[in-house]
């Protein structure tokens, strides 16, 4: 996946929003919490929120591992930074969760206002 094909995605999740932070990161947020990050260093990286299961299915794959700073503090945040890594598909499914689980997170009544997990 491209950068650009990594923040056209992120935008097309429901009630997102978008910063650039942390050295040039282009930072995904959902209800003022961060679900993906996107930064280059020779490759891109995308980081993202997981399961506790997926954590433990994805941090030993070629191209994945646990996410610098935010995995050593104990959360389940992956790095897809190499290939083989995921698939573009299987990378869109897992930013997609990290929405998920993120605006799960949040109050209902910002999920409410945000028109998020309404079903």
């Not at 990161?25 to 280059?40: H, L, M, P, S, T």
Request: with cysteine; net charge positive.
């Amino acid at each position: 996946m491209t950068f650009e094909q990594y923040n056209k995605f992120c935008a097309s999740l429901p009630a997102t929003t978008h910063v650039v932070q942390w050295g040039g990161a282009d930072v995904w947020k959902v209800g003022g919490k961060v679900f993906a990050i996107g930064g280059w260093g020779e490759q891109p990286a995308f980081t993202f929120k997981v399961s506790e299961i997926s954590y433990e299915l994805l941090k030993s794959r070629p191209g994945l591992r646990p996410a610098p700073y935010l995995a050593s503090r104990g959360l389940k945040w992956i790095q897809h930074y190499a290939a083989p890594g995921l698939s573009d598909p299987e990378l869109k499914d897992y930013l997609q969760y990290s929405h998920h689980i993120v605006s799960l997170g949040l109050s209902r009544k910002k999920q409410q206002e945000l028109g998020v997990n309404q079903a």
